[in-house]
């Protein structure tokens, strides 16, 4: 065997990947409306103060908060209604000493008048007076200009990634344009002398591409566009020539190739030859994808990904997910999503080995049941099957029957 | 106050709206490489058996597994290769009795083998022959025709939601069009007399639209199409016309309107109006989100969420969500993710209540930290802040700092 693994834990070896890998410098300006997922380029500062005016928080009345210094239910302060702030207007009403302005929840406040009084502490005496019950501070019951955002502070650090909640807080300021990362071109090479297309009709010996298309959905789930560069024979040459169209044409390149020793060597040896520093890693105490390959040529993260379908998604995930994001301008990826769960069965590990384990999930009195599912890991079903990846940690001789586990869920 | 809120909890509300909203019957047929997160149309079943040869799952040699029986480490079987099987093709190469073929995992089995041996079970003795150090039972390391999926097994069913695996997996049974459900149009309606669109400079009183383009977001996150139908006055007249026009043109319904008890009660009354049953739900003991109206107008889904931010988002997540998903045709909804944090400080709230808090969340020695994030709920940055809610159940009277939290992310 030509293959020499030095296995180190997989953190390790992100490690190692990160020290040689660039971000992207390309920035492009897009429509708020349409940044969904997207990576912001540089610290963006509120343009404004949020919010402009004075705003009532509550439905109720805009009163001076002296003259309801006292006020109880025994003894209620007695206050004079002079209008209605209307909705959207800032109405020229003043509040006077012992007066008050109806309100609604994000009207205006009225001039002279310095806090809110609830409704529901209030009594209506007649069309023009109210009673009120209870003693206001200044301030209460409303936000100040600036109260919840202040122009030029900080909304989002340059790599946040933008939610739902962000796109609403920008349209809230007024930003309809914002400058964003490109996305990093992830392009996909499927090397096998065994692979065809989903189109072909395979002959004895051959199977479809099944990588390409399960890795292009996990680099869009990533916020990648993912270049997929067809099937490539297992030949040295050919591959090695594939690999440097991949490197001029993208920013990542996945190199998913079949499971044989050999096949996987040359692997290895073609990233190499692509630049440097090449393969930095090859071989990770992880199962499944012990056999993985992390290397950078010029600043771009090139993956030797394992040919089964399983091990790519768990290599993925561990490596290339934060990869891309790290690329994309996003040193701290967004959390993946991990729910804690009940184990069913027992499942066997070795201590200094990361295992991941397709289970599936179900919900009793309110906890989560995660049922391993045995059997080869190059089954396609095993995937389609499952909710997620229980993770048994390095140091963990497996985990036992009713021990909690964290699931990654995909 | 007109108000009359029967407050019931979350769940039941959910219970109550889904007696009244209809499936989409509309499908469509989309390529498999550009059908991620749609929803399958009807039981998707294997065109086909996979694998379709016999393949090794391993690095070794194809024998007849009779000629290992009794073979160990000091009494090996000598056996005489006679080729070797390439990748990607059915080779004539028969195995007789006491012979071997050299394979790759994933490589056809030579005609009269019934097992492979591992090359670590093997030493090479001379150019021909090996030596087997185990004996092998009949199917060691191999997939026989159909192992992973029978023809006719069933794949998908109805409803299911396609993940990168999934794909995968169809692209491996040579499934190149998939029959979908139409994704369900999302109309959403905001209203208010002081809400102006983000290219406008807002005059006193007036703010800009935060919730279309916040619940857009959270459509497009959820697999449903956003078709925003403008700002809409707080005039129950034109409210009634917008809200017609968006039950004729989508599929779902959502009017983000004012905090104010009378616009609340002016945008269900408008609801009422536009068919039957109406109005099913308005009130939930729920905080933030209280004053939700859920609806059904001739089996469409119709949504009052509050006017503020936090609320609408913690309403979207609970009811308009899972609606989306059955509404789509996929009746239970992918599980969202939620971690399991550790509470930083105490959280009160009341019994009978469900409360969600926004939290930011860091990790400490592998175990999630949840911080509330207090403030007034109407904040953006409360949202722009946080990494996702933390859940008070129904049963609990607060939390107190130490207590395990689940958190929705977002």
Request: charged fraction near 20%.
């Amino acid at each position: 065997m030509s293959e020499f693994l030095t296995l180190i834990t997989p953190e390790e070896a992100l490690r190692r990947l990160n020290a040689h890998v660039k971000t992207l410098v390309g920035v492009e300006q897009v429509r708020v409306t349409d940044a969904l997922g997207r990576i912001v380029a540089g610290d963006l500062r509120s343009p404004e103060d949020l919010p402009a005016f004075p705003r009532s928080t509550m439905d109720g009345y805009a009163v001076r908060a002296a003259d309801t210094y006292g006020a109880s239910e025994g003894l209620p302060a007695y206050l004079r209604v002079v209008g209605e702030m209307p909705m959207g207007k800032h109405a020229a009403l003043t509040v006077g000493k012992g007066e008050a302005v109806k309100v609604h929840t994000g009207g205006a406040l009225a001039d002279g008048a310095d806090a809110i009084v609830m409704v529901e502490n209030t009594q209506q005496v007649d069309a023009e007076t109210i009673e009120v019950s209870r003693p206001l501070a200044p301030g209460e019951n409303l936000l100040k200009i600036g109260d919840d955002v202040k122009k030029r502070d900080l909304l989002f650090p340059s790599g946040h990634v933008l939610r739902p909640q962000d796109i609403g807080a920008m349209t809230a300021l007024g930003v309809t344009q914002v400058s964003v990362f490109l996305r990093p071109r992830v392009a996909i090479i499927s090397a096998g002398d065994e692979v065809v297309t989903p189109e072909t009709s395979p002959a004895p010996g051959q199977v479809r591409d099944i990588n390409t298309h399960t890795i292009s959905g996990l680099v869009r789930q990533t916020g990648g566009v993912p270049v997929p560069q067809g099937i490539v024979r297992d030949d040295a040459a050919e591959l090695e020539k594939a690999a440097r169209r991949a490197i001029n044409d993208a920013d990542v390149v996945v190199i998913s190739s079949g499971s044989s020793v050999s096949t996987r060597d040359m692997t290895a040896a073609v990233i190499s030859s692509l630049g440097k520093p090449g393969v930095l890693v090859h071989g990770v105490s992880l199962r499944p994808g012990k056999p993985t390959i992390l290397a950078a040529v010029n600043g771009k993260p090139v993956f030797g990904l394992p040919g089964n379908p399983v091990s790519a998604m768990v290599v993925f995930d561990l490596f290339v997910r934060p990869t891309i994001f790290t690329v994309g301008g996003c040193p701290r990826p967004p959390m993946p999503p991990v729910v804690t769960a009940r184990l069913t069965h027992n499942i066997a590990s070795t201590t200094g080995r990361e295992d991941y384990v397709p289970v599936a999930l179900a919900v009793k009195d309110g906890t989560y049941l995660a049922t391993p599912i045995f059997g080869e890991s190059n089954l396609i079903t095993t995937l389609v099957r499952a909710a997620g990846l229980a993770k048994i940690p390095l140091d963990k001789h497996g985990l036992t029957a009713g021990e909690m586990v964290s699931v990654r869920l995909f």
